[in-house]
T-cell receptor, first 117, second 111 residues
Framework: EPEVTQTPSHQVTQMGQEVILRCVPI?????FYWYRQILGQKVEFLVS????????KSEIFDDQFSVERPDGSNFTLKIRSTKLEDSAMYFC???????????????FGEGSRLTVL | DQQVKQNSPSLSVQEGRISILNCDYT??????FLWYKKYPAEGPTFLIS?????DKNEDGRFTVFLNKSAKHLSLHIVPSQPGDSAVYFC??????????FGPGTRLSVLP
């Protein structure tokens, strides 16, 4: 069964360092998302990406965050200068067209745990 | 502003009985709803969906009911099994925009 894969599974970094989280969405999917879950809190939307551009972003997704689809298969989330409060589990998700953007489930990766010290 | 609420943080059910997980939403523009199950240290796994043109959708042991006038949906699991023990998230979307997740309900199915 096709799946969304994420690397690394866990990254520890110093505050102020740049971090890149990588995702390989399901190959025929066209909508890509990043969500995060701070420990003990709910899953929060960060950004959605379609047709090589950001289609929607939350207030969490400030200038420190960026996304890229550099080569047609990878979908990356970059945090330019990490803060302590960026420590969370980051989930990538993708969705196919299947009837339009308002149908079809999101397929999530296993997540990348980011720990900022 | 919690657009999607799951007011029960936890629920315990005996194996074989019905589990009912509830979700309420405030945004009347939401027209597509999903339920996800999440085990610790894993990504959310899709369970079942429903669009606003329906009031019920069934898939095996899982049934989702939607009451648009009450802005309420529920997930029924019958019969509940110990492997169903997980955190269940309700998520809602408006016209293909991003999905907003509820805070989750931790279900424990007791043998």
């Amino acid at each position: 069964e096709p799946e969304v894969t994420q690397t690394p599974s866990h990254q520890v970094t110093q505050m102020g360092q740049e971090v890149i989280l990588r995702c390989v969405p399901i190959s025929n999917h066209l909508y890509f998302y990043w969500y995060r879950q701070i420990l003990g809190q709910k899953v929060e939307f960060l950004v959605s990406f379609y047709n090589n551009e950001i289609s929607e972003k939350s207030e969490i997704f400030d200038d420190q965050f960026s996304v890229e689809r550099p080569d047609g298969s990878n979908f990356t989330l970059k945090i330019r200068s990490t803060k302590l409060e960026d420590s969370a589990m980051y989930f990538c998700a993708s969705r196919g067209l299947a009837g339009g953007p308002n149908t079809g489930e999101l397929f999530f990766g296993e997540g990348s745990r980011l720990t900022v010290l | 502003d919690q657009q999607v609420k799951q007011n029960s943080p936890s629920l315990s059910v005996q194996e074989g009985r019905i589990s009912i997980l509830n979700c309420d939403y405030t945004n009347s523009m939401f027209d597509y709803f999903l339920w996800y199950k999440k085990y610790p240290a894993e990504g959310p796994t899709f369970l079942i969906s429903i669009s606003s043109i329906k009031d019920k959708n069934e898939d095996g042991r899982f049934t989702v009911f939607l009451n648009k006038s009450a802005k309420h949906l529920s997930l029924h699991i019958v019969p509940s099994q110990p492997g169903d023990s997980a955190v269940y998230f309700c998520a809602a979307s408006a016209y293909g925009q991003n999905f907003v997740f509820g805070p989750g309900t931790r279900l424990s199915v007791l043998p």
